[in-house]
């Protein structure tokens, strides 16, 4: 499954600048990776691994702006559409299940 973090934070003050720094590298920091500045994408295993990740992201939420997560599986994952300009890009391979011994 997906977890797809979008938000869109002010950054007026100094101090809002920071908050929406500090969310980014908290989400960096949980194993998510920025698909676009505040787009952050992440690979979970299981829907309770998902669950998990999303109370971690609700535990660092700056007190302004607005943040949306969405989950997805792996087969609606395959079917997003990537442009590079005008030039349609493949799509990500999903990363490999883990292997248990």
């Known amino acids: 499954m997906w977890m797809v973090v979008m938000f869109d934070l002010p ?4 101090e809002e600048r920071k908050a929406a720094t ?9 194993g998510f ?3 676009q500045f505040s787009v952050y994408m992440r ?3 299981s829907p309770a691994q998902l669950e998990t990740y999303a109370n971690r992201v ?3 939420l700056p007190d302004g702006g607005r ?4 989950q997805f599986t792996d087969k609606q994952y395959e079917r997003i ?20 011994f």
């Open 81 to 100: 559409l990537n442009f590079k300009g005008r030039k349609r890009q493949p799509t990500p391979k999903p990363p490999d299940q883990f292997d248990l």
């Open 43 to 45: 690979f979970c295993t």
């Open 33 to 35: 990776e920025m698909a």
């Open 67 to 70: 943040v949306s997560i969405l």
């Open 58 to 60: 609700a535990a660092c």
């Open 11 to 14: 950054v007026v003050s100094h």
């Open 22 to 30: 500090d969310f980014r590298n908290d989400l960096l920091d949980m």
